[in-house]
């Protein structure tokens, strides 16, 4: 499995941003797939996920409303739609999939087996 993160880049604060995490090596239809960050210094945190079915997605507190999470499974990809940047959104921004199919993770980072290389998002005030 192979993860490739990608759309990450310098916008000004109240921009958007999408990024794209193409998957090879396996059906994103039938594996969750989340979005984590590290901000310079800190350590890395949950951003988003959704729910092998599509059903169900989840997010930190501070991006809700402004962060979405959604799936093209004919092109094997996940998107993470980011408007409304702030500067501590500043992160280099990666994807991660369990190794489990049609399950379900915590917002843990262990429970996510393969990761992408991480695509660097930078907000400016």
């Known amino acids: 499995v192979q993860l490739q993160a990608s759309g990450g880049g310098l916008v000004q604060a109240g921009g958007s941003l999408r990024l794209s995490c193409a998957a090879s090596?396996?059906?994103?239809?039938?594996?969750?797939l989340g979005w984590f960050r590290q901000a310079p210094g800190k350590g890395r945190e949950f951003v988003a996920a959704?729910?092998?079915?599509?059903?169900?997605?989840y997010y930190r507190d501070s991006v809700k409303g402004r962060f979405t999470i959604s799936r093209d499974s004919t092109k094997k990809t996940v998107y993470l739609q980011m408007n409304s940047l702030k500067p501590e959104d500043t992160a280099v921004y990666y994807c991660?999939?369990?190794?489990?199919?049609?399950?379900?993770?915590?917002?843990?980072?262990?429970?996510?087996?393969?990761w992408g290389q991480g695509t660097l998002v930078t907000v400016s005030s």
């Open positions: 991660a999939t369990p190794a489990e199919r049609f399950w379900t993770p915590t917002k843990s980072e262990s429970d996510f087996r393969f």
């Open positions: 959704l729910t092998w079915s599509g059903a169900d997605t």
């Open positions: 090596g396996r059906d994103v239809s039938n594996y969750a």
